[in-house]
């Protein structure tokens, strides 16, 4: 079994910052892809960040030059530091992995998703 844990979320004024921080923890061989996602009231999930095992990420446009991803492969972690945030940044957040079971073509992959974590943007 897999889980992910989030954390950090909380209520911060505009223009205020944040970390977020998810841990993954059970059994697995390795941590493929893991990304951050947002979904605000009445609105679908959408992706936030996301970021490679080789450290290459990838950003919305919304959140670009504001929000860097960057993970900890030695604490099974990653996290997302938010600047500058917005009303609309406003959202549940949640963290997304991708997990292997071993390697090579016969190796299965499956993404588990966090329970999410509050961060609210208000005055």
């Known amino acids: 079994q897999v889980q992910l844990v989030e954390s950090g979320g909380d209520l911060v004024q505009p223009g205020g910052s944040l970390r977020l921080s998810c841990a993954a923890s059970g059994n697995f061989f390795s941590i493929n892809a893991m990304g951050w996602y947002r979904q605000a009231p009445g609105k679908q999930r959408e992706l936030v960040a996301t970021?490679?095992?080789?450290?290459?990420?990838n950003y919305a446009d919304s959140v670009k030059g504001r929000c860097t991803i960057s993970r900890d492969d030695a604490k099974n972690t990653v996290y997302l530091q938010m600047h500058s945030l917005k009303p609309e940044d406003a959202a549940v957040y949640y963290c997304n992995a991708v997990f292997s079971d071993g390697v090579g073509p016969h190796a299965i992959r499956n993404d588990y998703w966090g329970q999410g974590t509050q961060v609210t943007v208000s005055a």
């Open positions: 970021i490679t095992t080789g450290g290459v990420t």
